[in-house]
C-alpha cells in the first residue's frame, strides 16, 4: 500500500495563477483532511471531508477550494495564489467517519508563490 | 491563549538520556495525538489516547484528563529520536472531525 500520496512535491507560482494539489490514498479511509504548515505556526486545517460527498471549511479557508472526487481523492485548488499561501501542504486521512481518528499524512508539498 | 500549548519548544539531550515533552490543553477532548515530524518533512502518528498510557518500543505517552494534560516520554533516547514532536488534540469541543495541533518541540539527540 502506498498510503497517502501528494502531487506535485514541489511548487512555484507566480501571484495570481491557479493550481491544485492531488491527495489520494488506498485505505480505503472516510475522512481527509488539507493542512498547511508555516515556520512557527502548529498545523493548521484548510479543509476537510468527513466522507465521500462532504467537504467542510476549516481554520483557514480563504483563498481554497477543494473537492473530494470519490473516495480515495481529495484535492486542494488555488484559484489566484497569493505570497501569503507559501507554505507547506499536508494532506491526511484517518478512518473514522464523522470523529477523530489517527492521522495518516502525505510527504506534502512545498509550495512558493512569488 | 493556545488550546494547546507544548514545552519545552527546543530540547537538546545527550545519547541514553531520558526524555519529556509535555502538552496541556484548554478544551474538553475525545482523543489526544502525539505525532513525529521527521527532519526531512513526513509526518507519523505515534499514539492516539483518551486515558491512561500507551507505550511502543521507547515511546510511552500518558495522558491526565482531570488535569488536561499528556506527556510522551522517549527512554535511552538516540539521535535518530532527533525530530519535531507534535501534540493534537481532537472531537467534542474542538469541533467535530477537527485536530487542534500545538507548536512542536524541536528535539535533538546528540551522540
Known amino acids: 500500500n502506498a498510503g497517502v500520496t501528494q502531487t506535485p512535491k514541489f511548487q512555484v507560482l507566480k501571484t495570481g495563477q491557479s493550481m491544485t494539489l492531488q491527495c489520494a490514498q488506498d485505505?480505503?479511509?472516510?475522512?481527509m483532511y488539507w493542512y498547511r504548515q508555516d515556520p512557527g505556526m502548529g498545523l493548521r486545517l484548510i479543509y476537510y471531508?468527513?466522507?465521500?460527498?462532504?467537504?467542510d471549511k476549516g481554520e483557514v479557508p480563504n483563498g481554497y477550494n477543494v473537492s473530494r472526487l470519490n473516495k480515495r481523492e481529495f484535492s486542494l485548488r488555488l484559484e489566484s495564489a497569493a505570497p501569503s499561501q507559501t507554505s507547506v501542504y499536508f494532506c491526511?486521512?484517518?478512518?473514522?467517519?464523522?470523529?477523530?481518528?489517527?492521522?495518516?499524512f502525505g510527504p506534502g508539498t512545498r509550495l512558493t508563490v512569488t | 491563549k493556545n488550546e494547546v500549548e507544548q514545552s519545552p519548544q527546543n530540547l537538546t539531550a545527550q545519547e541514553g538520556e531520558f526524555i519529556t515533552i509535555n502538552c496541556s490543553y484548554s478544551?474538553?477532548?475525545?482523543?489526544l495525538h502525539w505525532l513525529q515530524q521527521h527532519p526531512g518533512g513526513g509526518i507519523v502518528s505515534l499514539f492516539m489516547?483518551?486515558?491512561g498510557k500507551k507505550k511502543h518500543g521507547r515511546l510511552i505517552a500518558t495522558i491526565n484528563i482531570q488535569e488536561k494534560h499528556s506527556s510522551l516520554h522517549i527512554t535511552a533516547s538516540h539521535p535518530r529520536d532527533s525530530a519535531v514532536y507534535i501534540c493534537?488534540?481532537?472531537?467534542?469541543?474542538?469541533?467535530?472531525?477537527?485536530?487542534?495541533f500545538g507548536e512542536g518541540t524541536q528535539l535533538t539527540v546528540n551522540p
Open positions: 493534537a488534540v481532537g472531537g467534542y469541543e474542538t469541533s467535530g472531525s477537527r485536530l487542534t
Open positions: 471531508s468527513a466522507s465521500e460527498g462532504t467537504t
Open positions: 485505505m480505503n479511509h472516510n475522512s
Open positions: 489516547l483518551s486515558s
Open positions: 478544551v474538553g477532548i475525545s482523543a
Open positions: 491526511a486521512s484517518s478512518e473514522l467517519r464523522g470523529a477523530v481518528g489517527e492521522q495518516y
